[in-house]
């Protein structure tokens, strides 16, 4: 079975730092490369995807309002992807969700692209 599992989330205050991170085990795509991607959703509000990263080479995209202060990384070896988040703001509170997707070309911030879905880790951040 394909399992996510995303951790690191907590209660900071603005301007403070978080880093998640997301393993992922018993993926089963075509082809060896695959995208990880972050997403998030406040509450009454649509999904939202934050950034997502390509196994291939570690290209990135964010969505503009985390652009300069969150940053994704992965460690191919261990399946983990991870989301540095710097200088954190009330709007930034949400569950953190992260995902995979069989598709890494080109890089897209569309929860429908992604197949497979971790259960969440709460991010709250204090004014």
């Known amino acids: 079975d394909v399992q996510l599992q995303a951790s690191g989330g907590g209660y900071v205050q603005a301007g403070g730092s978080l880093r998640l991170s997301c393993t992922a085990s018993?993926?089963?795509?075509?082809?060896?490369?695959?995208?990880i991607g972050w997403f998030r959703q406040a509450p009454g509000e649509e999904r939202e995807g934050v950034s997502c990263?390509?196994?291939?080479?570690?290209?990135?995209v964010y969505t503009d309002s985390v652009k300069g202060r969150f940053t994704i990384s992965i460690d191919n070896a261990k399946k983990t992807a991870y989301l540095q988040m710097n200088n954190l703001q009330p709007e930034d509170t949400a569950v953190y969700y992260c995902?995979?997707?069989?598709?890494?070309?080109?890089?897209?911030?569309?929860?429908?692209?992604?197949?497979?879905w971790g259960q969440g880790t709460q991010v709250t951040v204090s004014s």
């Open positions: 990263i390509s196994t291939e080479d570690g290209s990135a």
């Open positions: 018993g993926l089963t795509y075509d082809y060896d490369d695959y995208a």
């Open positions: 995902a995979t997707s069989k598709w890494w070309r080109p890089l897209k911030l569309k929860p429908l692209r992604f197949d497979f």
